[in-house]
């Protein structure tokens, strides 16, 4: 999520992509690069990236990990990933095939081609 943020532009992409609970963890996200700009105004210690993350992961903690993304899911239960697009020779025909493939939730499909996500977030139910 930290990377995700920072890749993209900052919070705002994050507040778009997750939901209520994701959100959370991005308003922790957005704590620690305040307190990291203070901080180095200030001259005081410096907050860094590596704390951004710790506080984000103590959110995550907190809100619960199913409930922040199903990548914290038991993978008995359900398989997870993430694929960036720049990975795939052929990322459309890539789309095509997991649209096709019956052991995909659909509904929990996400790819720059069918949401605003920019990697193939492919979720597998295992039975």
């Known amino acids: 999520m930290f ?10 992409y994050g507040y778009g992509l997750y939901g ?3 959100d959370k963890v991005v308003d922790a996200y957005v704590a620690g690069k305040i ?10 210690n410096k907050v860094t990236n590596e704390d951004i993350i710790g506080l984000m992961a103590q959110r995550i903690e907190q809100v619960g ?9 038991n993978p008995d239960q359900s398989n997870v ?3 960036a697009p720049s990975s795939l020779k052929n990322p459309r025909l890539f789309f095509n095939a997991l649209r096709k493939d019956s ?9 720059p081609f069918n949401s605003t ?7 597998i139910p295992q039975q």
């Open 81 to 83: 990933l993430d694929l």
């Open 103 to 111: 052991r995909i939730n659909q509904s929990k499909l996400f790819t």
């Open 117 to 123: 996500d920019r990697a193939f977030h492919i979720q």
């Open 35 to 44: 307190m990291q700009g203070v901080s180095n105004e200030l001259g005081l």
């Open 65 to 73: 990990p199913v409930k922040v993304s199903n990548h914290g899911m």
């Open 20 to 22: 209520s609970s994701g």
């Open 3 to 12: 990377e995700n943020n920072e890749n993209n532009g900052g919070s705002e």
